[in-house]
């Protein structure tokens, strides 16, 4: 008869609290790269509602989607997706200009030398025109057109760069079922307490309504704002940021789409804040982020309704937030993913690649058992 299997030989129990984005991109990602490794139990509660503003992804997310295996056209139509060339920033140097971040790279460098600083040279003559004039993810954005292409042709200059934007919702649910595919198990339930091991301070079960409780080795937090985990019971602690950036509220409201989605993000300066818009195939996601020490909700309202390309499909939900981030993004057994991590205001769409990150850096640190300070700290 064989000898039972030890805990070094038995998979590491991994709990992930929260779904939502964040909750199963981590489920979906530790199923599939650390397979049989890990076992994957994700624990969440239809009565909580999830933040879900977070529609607009750079294109780090293609390799995240291309490492799960995960069929382009299949996501975007589960996802009421469209393609996203770029981001563009509309009012901020002065009223009436914009600037296209554009997804792409612009040009050849010519004998080690940058194309911009050759353009550069030749404006500085007279000729050349804008930079923006060598640039095919500009041009394709303006024009309202994408097509999949590394390079152009048969020709050594970049393609066209895109991510995307997608239905948070929807995403969330598209990842749920593949990560269920792979293995992992999804609990239904709110948690009513954690209990940590005395000496160690390590969490090590989380109980649910109707007594019932879920073991884990090592818990991820996606549990939102809140911090279940890594603050309600760790107490970790919070750096607050917001003597740096200013903007605490957001109001977030759907809107009718109005014409075909542009490929592109849209940033809208305004006198206390911004306001995004993210052109979905089903509908357009807009919101105001803004200061509340500069203006109020009513006036920041009628701001983001008044700029709403079509009518508001429901009534604008406003979300609190500190920008910063916890003093530790793994406290003992606990990482933090997501909002539950830190927060810093959408302009540049990162918040999805943030989540990727972090869970990138905990499969490359998966730990050994027990779990080391040093390759905590690392």
Known sequence: MSPAPSRQDSPCKIVVVGGGTAGWM???ALVKFLGRTVDVTLVESDAIGIVGV??????????????????EAEFVAG??????????????????????????????????????????????????????????????????RFAPMETLGSSRLAGI?????????LYGQFLRRYAEAHGAKRVEGRIVDVHQDAETGDVTCLRLEGDRAVEGEIFIDCSGFRGLLIEGALKTGYEDWSHWLK??????????????????????????GWQWRIPLQHRTGNGHVFSSAYTDIDAARETLLANLEGDALAEPRLINFTTGRRKQFWNRNVVALGLASGFLEPLESTSIHLVQSGISRF????????????????
């Open 26 to 28: 981590a489920a979906a």
């Open 79 to 144: 996802t009421n997706g469209s393609f996203k060339l770029g981001i563009e920033f509309v009012n901020w140097r002065h009223k009436g200009h914009s600037y296209f971040h554009n997804f792409s790279k612009i040009g050849l460098a010519v004998n080690q030398v940058q194309f911009h600083h050759h353009l550069f040279r030749a404006q500085a003559e007279g000729i050349g025109g804008e930079l923006w004039d060598y640039c095919v993810n500009t041009h394709a954005a303006r024009a309202g």
């Open 161 to 169: 760069g895109h991510a995307y934007h997608f239905d948070a919702a």
């Open 363 to 378: 499969i490359q640190m998966f730990p050994a058992r027990p779990i080391y300070e040093a390759e905590r700290d690392e």
């Open 247 to 272: 903007c605490d509220s957001a109001l977030a409201v759907p809107s009718r789409n109005t014409r075909p989605p542009r490929p592109y993000t849209q940033a809208i300066a305004h006198d206390a």
């Open 54 to 71: 977070g529609e607009a992804t750079i294109p780090q997310i293609r390799n995240l989607n291309r490492a799960l295996e995960i069929d």
